[in-house]
């Protein structure tokens, strides 16, 4: 703010320079200019006095941050395992709409698992009001059959922008002093480059105003409205590999796994050979023996012929 105002009096002066000497003309840019002067300066002691004291309710040297309201930005992630993954994926947005929130996007699709059976999953992003994140949470975990095997994870975060809130904020109050300051001077000036000079600072001043207050937006709805990011799984892709009643666990159950495996992979080549490859291969090579095989026959005949019209 004080460069804006130390540049406004570098313009008046440069102004009152090029103006015309004579008593009869118009009143120089310095004229113009100089009954704001103290008005300028008065705002400027304002707004740093502002901007003190600011700093010493908020985070000054000898501030006290508890008495500032503190600006929290609270998310959370959860992997759940379920039956239904499409039902699940409805019901937590008939949660969040209902806590006042809503969806930021979602997704139900298809994946493979390694038996090569085709199982749902979906995963969806809600916001809800931070006050409700914890019993938004309870609910997502309630959905589940069993919340010690079925929740694969859970995290919550949180991230303090109280003092960068509070700075933009000393910011924003200073730029919009300068900014009624720019107004009342530009209301007074009667010369044109006066006026478009005032213009031009004003409409700086502006848009600093306007990206200030967009990120104080940022702030302000993020604190309000908590993200949660939720995976939602199907339970037969986590289903434990059985064999006959069995269920080995650990190296058993990767090694059993991987012979499994292996075994598909062999049999759907197989499968591959004979209905794929095969046919391609003998649609491939069939012509090329029959017409080998005519070749051979008519060089054959041609050898007879020639044996046949030696002299003996």
């Known amino acids: 703010m004080k460069r804006h105002l130390l540049a406004l009096l570098l313009i008046a002066m440069l102004m009152a320079g090029c103006a015309p000497a004579s008593k009869s003309a118009a009143p120089s840019a310095m004229e113009d200019y100089a009954g704001y002067a103290p008005q300028m300066e008065m705002a400027q002691e304002e707004m740093m006095e502002s901007a003190s004291s600011a700093d010493r309710d908020g985070f000054g040297q000898s501030g006290n941050a508890s008495t500032v309201e503190r600006i929290v930005i609270k998310n959370a992630s959860i992997s759940i395992v379920v039956d239904d993954p499409a039902g699940a994926l409805d019901q937590i947005t008939r949660m969040a709409e209902t806590m006042g929130g809503f969806v930021i996007n979602s997704n139900l699709y298809k994946t493979y698992i390694e038996n090569g059976i085709e199982v749902p999953a979906a995963n969806i992003s809600v916001r809800v009001p931070a006050e409700q994140l914890t019993a938004a949470l309870e609910e997502i975990k309630s959905m589940v059959e069993n919340q010690d095997t079925d929740i694969q994870n859970e995290t919550v975060s949180g991230q303090d ?152």
């Open 161 to 312: 922008v109280t003092e960068d809130y509070t700075d933009l904020k000393s910011r924003l109050r200073n730029l919009e002093d300068a900014e009624a300051q720019l107004r009342e001077i530009m209301a007074s000036a009667t010369k044109t480059e006066d006026v478009l000079s005032v213009f031009n600072q004003l409409t700086q001043v502006r848009e600093e105003i306007e990206v200030l207050q967009g990120q104080i937006n940022y702030y302000e709805e993020s604190a309000r409205l908590s993200s949660i990011s939720v995976n939602i799984v199907s339970k037969e892709a986590v289903k434990p590999l059985t064999i006959g009643g069995w269920e080995p666990v650990g190296v058993a159950r990767d090694a059993l796994q991987a012979l499994i495996n292996g075994l598909q992979f062999l049999a759907n080549a197989l499968i591959w050979i004979l209905l794929f490859v095969a046919p391609i291969l003998l649609l491939i090579t069939l012509p090329i023996f029959f017409i080998a095989r005519a070749v051979l026959r008519r060089k054959n005949q041609r050898k007879a012929e020639k044996k046949l019209d030696k002299p003996e």
